[in-house]
């Protein structure tokens, strides 16, 4: 295939809440640009994009998926991206490769959390994009209020530009009022094309002059101005449609191919190894430099790697160089894709989206170039995910290769990881919901044979002491042979919060001799790392050695340990034991008519309120310190409480007294525990 124009190149993402039908407009594009011979469906599981075994089950994408197309000389490219707020780092992974967004709306419901996530998304990368108001052959909907709540919320530049033409289950057409016949729309389209007008003469002073003057624009001010408004951003076009019909979709490759921008309009700064910006031209025969945007574990192409390209030119089977983890690697073959089927291409240029195969150390958002230039693209911004929960293998046999199969499915979604918590010793892993998660445990169990069950992860609780205590552990075994010998008297004192372990040696006239000390300190740390009260670790705490005795023959150090131990165990029971728990700080960030509830959801859950500030676009973030414990589902809990418009993030602040009447539970079920013999 012959290297293409950069110019007559377009990258567009399609994003919108969940179900609004961009898998399916996707369906309907390939089958009219000629790409396929027949029209999938969603319910029939046979579409081009959601090919995965879990899309056709769950009839929804989860991963994005590419095509292109080549549309009237212009080639398309096009990202599907699920629209589950489980999946939206996918949406955040291809901001790298996007240079215009489509948002989808439904014309039943009209703006939904989906459609503000996407479109929050676009204004802070600064993404020029179209409105695509779909289903407007079903039943009740109308265009004009549709239109009306995305003004509402967006703003007047969103103007129709593509119309429909009857509504329901009459609508038998749609009609581009700039570039098309508008007549039968009679004086509705005059009206519209005016209210297009009056956001073409915004976009520019020298306009919005001569527009106050005369209440006209030249037609090439006019079509210039409509234009570089849309690719831009200053200017939304709003598209009628049906996909369902195959209404309106021709239209909208019409505005893509001819308003969006196009790969050269965007220059991408890099970072040298100085540190200093270099900003990539994208020139054919400029430098090579692409970003990774996705790595994938196909079993039957093994890995893929997806790029895009900013600069210069790649050709199958050559080298290249990896400077984000400074590796040299070779192309293999490089391919473009239609859903998951690859077409191999000799070469890629500025502005193409592709995949390469058999990368051996190449990840996401990993940038690539030529051997000797060390620049680094920006790094792909991700969501925090904030789900996280234990994981084991159902089968001890697997507790390798759980690991190993982690790791794989890491690689592929950038919002999962995993690791181990050293404080509670359990296997952690981490997503962005439950779906997620459970989709991606099926798949593991798929993939790599491997079962897991999961749980709510333990908190890391720890002991500490109130007061102070003097006791003696003695450990003395004298049945016949060589005995054993160990005596010790400790005072235990709080250390400050944070303050940690601390051994002091007060030993006057060598009653415990200095070689047994070091066991001492040893056998005190051991038994406070296992926990006295509660199984959990002993903090902040002073042991003071100060008296003693031995035995010439029968001392060791074993025995020493074993006396340190015994007085520990005595001492922290009679120096006012507690419990302490994580504290964590959380930024909660929801629309104004949810603070009532979420204060007092974060008050029921033993939680103390910071602080509350509007934060814009009528949200309010409320500050609160909240026990880790109480919030261990949050992510679930404020999805449900706010129907997805609430978003959180959480760190960790201190450690406080769990009180009273949790503390007993804690100690009791430590207990009960213990008496199972499982501690
Ligand atoms: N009546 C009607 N139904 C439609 C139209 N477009 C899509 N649908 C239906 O809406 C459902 C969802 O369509 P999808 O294409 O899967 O939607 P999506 O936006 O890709 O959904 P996610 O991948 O979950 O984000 C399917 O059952 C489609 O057949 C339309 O124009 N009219
Ligand atoms: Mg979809």
Not at 104 to 122: E, H, N, R, S
Not at 244 to 251: A, N, P, S, Y
Not at 292 to 311: K, Q
Not at 484 to 491: A, E, K, N, T, W
Request: with cysteine.
């Amino acid at each position: 295939m012959a290297q293409f124009d950069p110019r007559k190149v377009r990258n567009v993402g399609f994003a919108g809440h969940g179900g609004v039908g961009k898998t399916m407009l996707i369906e309907r594009i390939l089958y009219s640009a000629g790409l396929t011979t027949r029209l999938g469906s969603i319910e029939d599981g046979n579409t081009v994009c959601d090919y995965l075994e879990d899309e056709k089950d769950r009839k929804c994408s989860i991963a994005m998926k590419l095509v292109h197309l080549d549309w009237k000389g212009t080639r398309i490219h096009i990202v599907d991206h699920p629209g589950y707020t489980d999946f939206i780092g996918e949406l955040c992974a291809s901001s790298a490769v996007l240079d215009a967004l489509v948002i989808l709306v439904d014309a039943t419901t009209g703006v939904q959390v989906g459609t503000d996530i996407a479109w929050k998304y676009a204004e802070k990368r600064q993404i020029p994009r179209a409105i695509f108001v779909n289903k407007l052959d079903r039943e009740h909907t109308n265009f004009n209020e549709v239109v009306e709540k995305i003004q509402n919320a967006y703003g007047k530049h969103c103007v129709p530009i593509v119309m429909p033409i009857g509504q329901s289950a009459n609508l038998s057409g749609v009609v581009n009022i700039v570039t098309g016949d508008a007549s039968v729309l009679g004086a509705e389209a005059e009206k519209a094309k005016e209210a297009i007008v009056e956001v073409v003469a915004e976009t520019d002073e020298a306009l919005m002059e001569k527009y106050l003057e005369t209440f006209e624009l030249s037609q090439e001010e006019f079509d210039k101005g409509l234009q570089k408004g849309i690719s831009t951003g200053k200017i939304i076009p709003i598209i009628a449609g049906s996909v369902t019909k195959g209404i309106g979709h021709e239209e909208l490759l019409d505005i893509i191919a001819n308003s969006f921008p196009n790969p050269l309009e965007r220059t991408v700064v890099a970072k040298n190894s100085a540190g200093e910006d270099v900003v990539i031209t994208p020139d054919p025969d400029g430098p090579f430099v692409a970003q990774v945007f996705r790595s994938m574990v196909d079993p039957f192409v093994g890995h893929l790697t997806y790029f895009r390209v900013f600069s210069g030119t790649l050709r199958s089977d050559s080298d290249f160089y990896n400077s984000s983890t400074q590796t040299k690697e070779r192309s293999g073959k490089i391919v473009m894709l239609i859903g998951k089927e690859q077409k191999q291409i000799a070469e890629v240029g500025p502005g193409d989206i592709a995949a390469m195969t058999k990368l051996k150390n190449t990840h996401f958002g990993d940038t690539l170039t030529v051997s000797g230039n060390e620049i680094k693209l920006p790094t792909i911004e991700l969501p925090r995910s904030m789900v996280k929960l234990a994981i084991s293998p159902k089968s001890r046999n697997d507790e390798d290769r759980i690991g190993e199969a982690l790791n794989r499915m890491a690689e592929e979604d950038p919002t999962f990881s995993h690791y181990r918590d050293n404080e509670t010793g359990e296997h952690v892993i981490r997503g962005m919901g439950d779906l997620q998660i459970e989709i991606l445990l099926n798949r593991m169990k798929r993939k790599y044979n491997v079962e897991a069950e999961t749980r709510i992860p333990k908190v890391a609780y720890k002991e500490t002491i109130r007061g102070k205590a003097e006791v003696q552990g003695k450990y003395k075994k004298q049945t016949g042979g060589h005995g054993q010998y160990g005596d010790v008297h400790l005072r235990l004192s709080p250390n400050e919060r944070g303050g940690g372990y601390k051994f002091v040696d007060s030993i006057v006239g060598g009653v415990v001799p200095k070689q047994y000390i070091p066991a001492v300190d040893k056998g005190a740390q051991e038994a406070l790392a296992k926990g006295v009260i509660s199984g959990h670790p002993v903090v902040d705490i002073v042991v003071d050695l100060f008296f003693g005795s031995y035995h010439t023959v029968d001392s060791s150090e074993l025995a020493f340990k074993i006396a340190a131990s015994l007085a520990i165990q005595k001492g922290v029971r009679e120096a006012n034991p507690c419990i302490l728990e994580p504290i964590m700080e959380i930024t909660v960030t929801v629309p104004e008519d949810f603070m009532g509830d979420i204060t007092g959801d974060l008050n029921s859950r033993r939680g103390r309120i910071l602080g509350m500030e509007p934060v814009g676009g009528g949200l309010q973030q409320i500050r609160a310190l909240v026990p880790e414990s109480e919030i261990l589902r949050y992510a679930t809990d404020l999805r449900s409480m706010t129907g997805g418009r609430g978003t959180f993030d959480l760190k960790f602040s201190h450690y406080d007294e769990v009180p009273e009447f949790i503390a007993k539970d804690i100690i009791a079920a430590y207990e009960k525990s213990r008496e199972a013999g499982n501690e």
